[in-house]
Antibody, heavy 121, light 107 residues
Framework: EVQLLESGGGLVQPGGSLRLSCAAP????????MSWVRQAPGKGLEWVAT????????YYADSVKGRFTISRDNSGNTLYLQMSSLRVEDTAVYYC??????????????WGQGTLVTVSS | DIQMTQSPSTLSASVGDRVTITCRAS??????LAWYQQRPGKAPKVLIY???SLESEVPSRFGGSESGTEFTLTISNLQPDDFATYYC?????????FGGGTKVEIK
């Protein structure tokens, strides 16, 4: 069974920074591209970023480009999202997601439980 | 960028009804379309992928179809467990994009 365990959410002031983690136990983490998807309270789903299986290439939504950085540690089976210059509109539950197959541009077959980021003064 | 326009945003129905949700892509996405179900406080779950393929263990009352750039999720014989919010997503190219969601409510 695929497990994705997010952590690192919390309350942060506008302009602040936060780093989210997603632990993915198992030996196959380094075979899959990974993504972050977020959901603002009462709103729909928004793709945030994707990283290739080796970490060499990343893709971002325009709304976070230049402020967020997706990265991964394949030796530690962990995905990260470094968020800086946070805005009130970044308030959301952030989900770590993975495809079932070895696809870069993928659907989100597996989801974590989500971690809540609240940006407020 | 590919825009996904989903309708309706809310749908009121009764147990046993047949309901249809539509998602229109702003350009061709070659059937790279998934449908998700999300219950309150939970992560989304894939129901349909490749526009019309049923995910394993998803009841057969869920079905997907496509006609050009218009995609449809149909739920036949609506069950109490089906009252939830549904999203479409294109995974043809970056940026990945979701429809705005359809909340299926009890009439």
């Amino acid at each position: 069974e695929v497990q994705l365990l997010e952590s690192g959410g919390g309350l942060v002031q506008p302009g602040g920074s936060l780093r989210l983690s997603c632990a993915a136990p198992g030996s196959t983490f380094n075979k899959y591209a990974m993504s972050w998807v977020r959901q603002a309270p009462g709103k729909g789903l928004e793709w945030v970023a994707t990283i290739t299986e080796g970490g060499a290439t990343t893709y971002y939504a325009d709304s976070v480009k230049g402020r967020f950085t997706i990265s991964r540690d394949n030796s530690g089976n962990t995905l990260y999202l470094q968020m800086s210059s946070l805005r009130v509109e970044d308030t959301a539950v952030y989900y770590c997601t993975r495809p079932r197959h070895l696809q870069l541009v993928h659907r989100c077959d597996y989801w974590g439980q989500g971690t809540l980021v609240t940006v407020s003064s | 960028d590919i825009q996904m326009t989903q309708s309706p945003s809310t749908l009121s129905a009764s147990v046993g009804d047949r309901v249809t949700i539509t998602c229109r892509a702003s350009q061709s996405i070659n059937s790279y379309l998934a449908w998700y179900q999300q219950r309150p406080g939970k992560a989304p779950k894939v129901l349909i992928y490749s526009a019309s393929s049923l995910e394993s263990e998803v009841p057969s009352r869920f079905g997907g179809s496509e006609s050009g750039t218009e995609f449809t999720l149909t739920i036949s014989n609506l069950q109490p467990d089906d009252f939830a919010t549904y999203y479409c997503q294109q995974y043809f190219r970056f940026p990945l994009s979701f429809g705005g969601g359809t909340k299926v409510e009890i009439k």
